[in-house]
C-alpha cells in the first residue's frame, strides 16, 4: 500500500465521501460523554500543554494517519474501521502510537511481565466498551487511567504496553476481536490459576525421585496383551467420565450464561502482544490485561487481529482470521502479511528473484535513502508513568478485589486490610451455581507466628495451618479437627531446624506416633500407645496437666555401619505395664531373619540392690546361627539395665513430647486472639513504635532547643537590673557592669571551691573516725562486720579521690573562667567601647 501524493487526492475524494460514512459507522446507542464523566470521577485536572495542543511533527503524523484511512477504506471496504486518531482527554486528536510511554519504574515488582500484568488487572477496574462492537472514540493517557482507575481494554493494554516496554520486553497492542467472556472478563468457565498451580505441585510431588543406581524390579509375569488391554479399557473409561463430565458442565453453562452468543466474532477487544527475542522470550505470546493471564498466540479465545501498534510504528493485519489467530504469522517485516504505515529500517523488504529484476524501476540512490527517511514517529506526549509505593502495596481498588471462576471463588486484599493479616481467600464450591462451598483456602502475610495458608476442607472437618520457616519449634504445617489437646492432629516439622531431627509427628486419644531424621542415635519411629481415659467434661480452652497411662513404646533406629548387625537394635518395644521389653536386632546382610531377644522385668527390679536374678528365666533368644556362642550372663544383665534406663528416657521424651503440644496449643490459641502483625520499621505510617520514637526524637530537640535558648540569655541582665535598666550605659555604668560581674564570678567560684573542700574535709573526717572505731572493737567483730567495714572504706576512698579530683581540676579552670569572662565583657559591643582605655 503505497502512500497517496497530495496531487492524486483529488482522483478518490467522491470515492472517498461514498465510503467514508461507512468507515465511521457507529451503532446507535445512547452515550454518555466520557469527558463528563471523567471530571465526574476524578473532577477537574490541569493538563501540560502537550495535552492541548499539537507539534507540528505530530500534525503531519496525524495528515499522515488520515491518509493512511482514506486509502484503506477504499481498498477494503468490507472492513471495520482502524484505531488511529482517538480523542485524549482535552478532546485533541492524537496518534495512537504517541499514546504509549514506556517508562521502567523503580519497583522491582513490576520488572518481570507475569507481575507487571498482574498489577495492572488487580489494580484497575474494568469498563467494557460501549458500544462492545467498535473502537472507542476516546484513548486517555497511562497517567489520567491510573488516576482515574478505571478504563477499557484499550486502556489497560495500553498502560501495561507502556511498562512492558520501559523494562525492555518486544511488545504491542493488538485490536481484534475476543469471545464474549474475555470482552466481559467472564471467568466463570475458567478453572482458577490457583488450583491449576496446586495440581501442578502435587504432580511434582507424587513423582518419585530419580535414582541413578537403582536395583531393578522384580519382572512381573504378566501378559502384556492383557495388560494393554486393560490399560486401553481403564483409558476409555476414563476419557467417557470426562465427556460425561464436561456435557454436565457444558448444560449447566447453558442454564447459567444462556445460549450462543449472536455476536460471536463482533466484539472488539485489545491485548498485547509479546514477540520473542528480547528478555529471553522463546516463543510469541498474547497477555490480555483484563485477567493478566498468558496465552499462546493460538488460542482459540482470540477471534481476529485487525491491527497492532508500538511506539514506533503501525501495522495492518493482511491475514486471513477465518480460523482464529492459529495460522497468523507474526513476521512484522514481511509486507505481504503486515502493511506498515511508517516506513524503518527494521522492516525487512520483499526479495525478488533474479529474473524479475528487470520488473523493478531503477532508482539513484539519492532517490531510495529519500524514500527510507521519510517520517519517524513523533514522541510521546503523555507526562511520565508515576506509581506512589502505596498504590504497589494497595494492588487493588480500595484495597480488595472479587473474581469469580468456575466452582471458586477468589477474595484478594491488601496487606494490613485485615487486621488478621488475610491478603487472599479462595472459596471451592461443588456445584457450578456455588450453593455449597467445600474448601476454603485463605493466604496471609506479615504475620508475627509466620502463618502462611490455612485449608479448612468441609469434607473431611480438617483444618491445614502452613507456617513459613522461622516458626517457634520448627513447625511447617498443622493438621487438626479439634483446637483440644489428645484429639486428633498431625504436625510437620522442619527437620533441619530442629535439635531433635523430628519431622513429623501424629497424635490420636489412644496414641502418638513419631518420625525423626538424621539424629545421631539413628532413631527414625517412636509409637506411644496410651490407655484410655475415663470421659469427662472438658471446658473448651482449658488445658489438664494430668498427662495419659503409657501402655506401650516402640522405637525404631536405622542401621549403624560402625556397629557389627548383631549388636545394633532395630527395634526395641517397651511394654510398661506387662513389664516386658522386645529387642529385635538388625539383619545380617546374608540372612533372612534377625536376633531377637525378649526381657521378662522381674517385680521391683530397681528397689532391690541385694535381689538374685536369674537371667536364663528372664531372657529368651532367638539366635539366628545356631553354632554362635550365647551371650553371657553379665552382658545380659547390663544390657537390661541399660535398656531400663532407655525406658525411662524414652517416657521422659513421650512426656515432652506431650507438653510440647500442650505448650504448642496454648500459642496458638493466644496467637488466634491476638492477630499480631510484623510491621517493618522503614513503614512509619503503620509502625506505631516507629511513630513514638519520632515523637521522642522530637521533644529532645526541643528541650535542646529551650536549653540553647536559656543558655544564650542575656549574662548583664541581672547586674542592669540593679542598677534600674539604664537607658543608655555609660562608662562609669559600664565600669560598675564590668566590676561587678568579675566580682560575682569571683566569689561564685570561691564558694565552690569552699564546698568541695568542706565535702572533702567532712568525707575525710568520718573515715577517720571509722577507722578509730574499727581499732577499738576489733577483737570483737564478726566476719560480717568485717567485710561491711572493708566496703565501706573503700567506698569512702573513692567518694575522696573524686572530690579531690574535683577541687584540683576546679582551682585549675578558675582563673581560666574568670580570664575568659573578663575578656567576653571586653569583647561585648554594648561595652567594647567604653572599656577600650580601661
Not at 497424635?507 to 531424621?517: D, I, S
Amino acid at each position: 500500500m503505497d502512500l497517496l501524493e497530495e496531487s492524486d487526492e483529488d482522483v478518490f475524494r467522491d470515492e472517498d465521501e461514498k465510503v467514508s460514512k461507512k468507515g465511521k459507522f457507529r451503532v446507535s446507542a445512547p452515550k454518555v460523554d466520557q469527558l463528563e464523566l471523567l471530571s465526574l470521577e476524578i473532577g477537574t485536572l490541569s493538563y501540560p500543554k502537550s495535552y492541548q495542543v499539537n507539534t507540528p511533527k505530530e500534525e503531519k503524523m496525524l495528515h499522515y494517519a488520515e491518509n493512511f484511512r482514506r486509502q484503506y477504506i477504499y481498498l477494503y471496504p468490507d472492513r471495520k474501521p482502524l484505531l488511529l486518531n482517538p480523542l485524549n482527554e482535552c478532546r485533541v486528536e492524537k496518534f495512537v502510537s504517541t499514546t504509549l510511554r514506556p517508562t521502567l519504574l523503580k519497583h522491582e515488582e513490576l520488572y518481570n511481565w507475569k507481575d507487571c500484568a498482574q498489577f495492572v488487572a488487580d489494580f484497575l477496574i474494568v469498563d467494557p466498551l460501549d458500544p462492545i462492537n467498535d473502537v472507542p472514540e476516546y484513548l486517555f493517557s497511562p497517567t489520567t487511567f491510573l488516576k482515574r482507575q478505571k478504563g477499557n481494554c484499550f486502556d489497560f493494554s495500553n498502560l501495561l504496553c507502556s511498562l512492558l516496554i520501559g523494562t525492555g520486553y518486544d511488545t504491542y497492542c493488538v485490536s481484534g476481536y475476543a469471545v464474549k467472556e474475555m470482552c466481559l472478563v467472564d471467568e466463570t468457565r475458567e478453572i482458577c490459576p490457583l488450583l491449576k498451580e496446586s495440581d501442578q505441585i502435587n504432580k511434582e510431588q507424587e513423582k518419585p525421585p530419580m535414582k541413578k543406581y537403582s536395583v531393578k524390579p522384580v519382572r512381573e509375569l504378566k501378559s502384556k496383551f492383557e495388560m494393554k488391554q486393560e490399560a486401553r479399557r481403564l483409558a476409555e473409561e476414563k476419557a467417557e467420565e470426562e465427556r460425561k463430565q464436561k456435557e454436565l458442565d457444558y448444560l449447566a453453562d447453558l442454564k447459567i450464561k444462556g445460549t450462543h452468543d449472536v455476536m460471536h466474532g463482533l466484539r472488539v477487544h485489545c491485548w498485547v502482544l509479546v514477540l520473542s527475542g528480547k528478555r529471553e522470550v522463546p516463543e510469541n505470546f498474547f497477555i490480555d490485561p483484563f485477567t493478566g493471564n498468558s496465552y499462546e498466540t493460538t488460542n482459540e479465545r482470540f477471534l481476529g487481529i485487525e491491527s497492532i501498534w508500538n511506539h514506533r510504528n503501525y501495522w495492518v493485519n493482511m491475514q486471513d482470521c477465518k480460523f482464529g489467530c492459529k495460522n497468523v504469522v507474526f513476521d512484522l517485516g514481511d509486507p505481504v502479511k503486515w502493511e506498515y504505515m511508517l516506513p524503518d529500517s527494521d522492516n525487512s523488504q520483499v526479495v525478488l528473484p533474479e529474473s524479475y529484476e528487470y520488473l523493478v524501476d531503477e532508482v539513484d540512490d539519492d532517490d531510495e535513502k529519500e524514500l527510507e527517511k521519510i517520517f519517524d514517529m513523533p514522541p510521546s506526549w503523555v507526562q511520565p508513568i508515576v506509581i506512589p509505593v502505596k498504590d504497589i502495596e494497595t494492588r487493588c481498588p480500595k484495597g480488595e478485589k472479587i473474581i469469580q471462576y468456575k466452582k471458586a471463588n477468589l477474595e484478594k486484599y491488601a496487606p494490613y486490610l485485615n487486621i488478621d493479616g488475610m491478603v487472599k481467600r479462595l472459596i471451592e464450591y461443588e456445584d457450578i451455581e456455588c450453593t455449597s462451598f467445600v474448601k476454603v483456602t485463605e493466604w496471609y502475610a506479615n504475620r508475627k507466628d509466620m502463618l502462611e495458608r490455612i485449608e479448612r476442607n468441609m469434607r473431611t472437618r480438617t483444618i491445614t495451618e502452613h507456617f513459613k520457616n522461622g516458626r517457634y519449634m520448627a513447625v511447617k504445617r498443622h493438621i487438626y479437627r479439634s483446637s483440644e489437646p489428645e484429639t486428633d492432629r498431625t504436625l510437620k516439622y522442619n527437620s533441619r531446624l530442629r535439635v531433635d531431627g523430628l519431622v513429623s509427628r501424629v497424635e490420636t486419644p489412644a496414641e502418638m506416633t513419631e518420625k525423626f531424621k538424621n539424629r545421631p542415635d539413628f532413631l527414625i519411629y517412636r509409637q506411644t500407645i496410651f490407655a484410655k481415659r475415663m470421659r469427662k467434661v472438658r471446658l473448651p480452652g482449658v488445658f489438664h496437666l494430668n498427662y495419659r497411662t503409657i501402655l506401650k513404646i516402640t522405637e525404631r533406629f536405622a542401621r549403624n555401619r560402625k556397629k557389627p548387625a548383631h549388636e545394633d537394635v532395630a527395634e526395641q518395644v517397651f511394654l510398661i505395664t506387662a513389664e516386658h521389653i522386645h529387642l529385635t536386632y538388625h539383619r545380617e546382610d546374608d540372612r533372612i531373619t534377625a536376633l531377637k531377644r525378649e526381657f521378662a522385668l522381674p517385680p521391683n527390679l530397681m528397689q532391690k540392690d541385694d535381689q538374685e536374678i536369674n537371667m536364663e528365666q528372664i531372657v529368651v533368644t532367638f539366635e539366628v546361627d545356631p553354632l554362635a556362642k550365647p551371650c553371657k550372663n553379665v552382658v545380659l544383665y547390663q544390657t537390661m539395665m541399660d535398656l531400663l534406663k532407655t525406658q525411662a528416657a524414652s517416657m521422659q521424651s513421650v512426656r515432652d513430647s506431650e507438653h510440647e503440644i500442650r505448650e504448642f496449643l496454648k500459642d496458638r490459641a493466644a496467637e488466634r486472639k491476638a492477630n499480631e502483625l510484623i510491621i517493618s520499621v522503614y513503614d512509619t505510617e503503620r509502625n506505631e513504635k516507629a511513630k513514638e520514637h519520632r515523637k521522642e526524637q522530637l521533644r529532645l530537640e526541643e528541650e535542646q532547643r529551650l536549653r540553647r535558648a536559656e543558655e544564650e540569655l542575656d549574662y548583664l541582665a541581672p547586674f542592669l537590673a540593679r542598677l534600674g535598666q539604664p537607658r543608655r550605659i555609660t562608662k562609669k555604668v559600664a565600669m560598675t557592669l564590668r566590676n561587678d560581674c568579675l566580682t560575682d564570678m569571683k566569689q561564685r567560684l570561691i564558694d565552690k571551691a569552699n564546698l568541695i573542700q568542706a565535702r572533702f574535709e567532712k568525707e575525710a573526717m568520718e573515715l577517720q573516725n571509722k577507722q578509730q572505731w574499727y581499732q577499738q572493737n576489733q577483737i570483737f567483730m564478726t566476719k560480717e562486720d568485717e567485710q561491711a567495714y572493708l566496703a565501706y572504706c573503700s567506698e569512702a576512698m573513692f567518694r575522696i579521690h573524686i572530690l579531690e579530683m574535683r577541687l584540683n581540676k576546679h582551682k585549675e579552670t578558675a582563673p581560666i573562667k574568670y580570664l575568659e569572662l573578663e575578656e567576653k565583657i571586653r569583647k561585648d559591643p554594648r561595652l567594647a567601647k567604653k572599656l577600650k582605655n580601661c
